[in-house]
């Protein structure tokens, strides 16, 4: 599992997120994500569909049938509905810093792949190996 700062995904709000990302095995559902995730982190929103989130997940389908997970946690509040940004219905909340118990359970949720990231420069390797090119978000930052 690996931990980054920044606005990897261009959220409009153009400030920093922390982004915590890893790869779950071949067979995991992406739609089955929210809940699943939503579980180990009790009163945190993943999904705009209530009306306030407190991040968003975004997953990409490796060739191999793993699957790359991104968590992105909001480290600002914007609850104006006038937000020229284009989410009147809903409001981003702060998300509380996550404890290691907290970030394990994520990823225990999901399962872990055999290739996995842990925020080292070894990362790039990983990623080009599960078919990422330079451009791609996963590797922006990395």
Partial sequence: MRTR??????EPHGLSCRNIDWVAPPGTS??????????????????????????FISTSLRPDGSL??????????CSDPQCQLGHPDVAFHQAPQLTAG???AMQQATGI?????DG??????????????DADVPMRGA
């Fill in 30 to 55: 992406p739609d089955a994500l929210p809940a699943l995730l939503e579980a180990q982190l009790p009163g945190f929103h993943l999904e705009a569909s209530r009306g306030d989130a407190h991040g």
């Fill in 102 to 104: 907290q970030l394990d």
């Fill in 5 to 10: 700062i920044g606005n990897p995904y261009n």
């Fill in 113 to 117: 792949h055999s290739i996995n990231l």
């Fill in 120 to 133: 080292t420069g070894a990362d790039i390797a990983r990623l080009r190996a599960l078919g990422f090119a």
């Fill in 68 to 77: 790359y997970v991104c968590v992105t946690l909001y480290d600002f509040e």
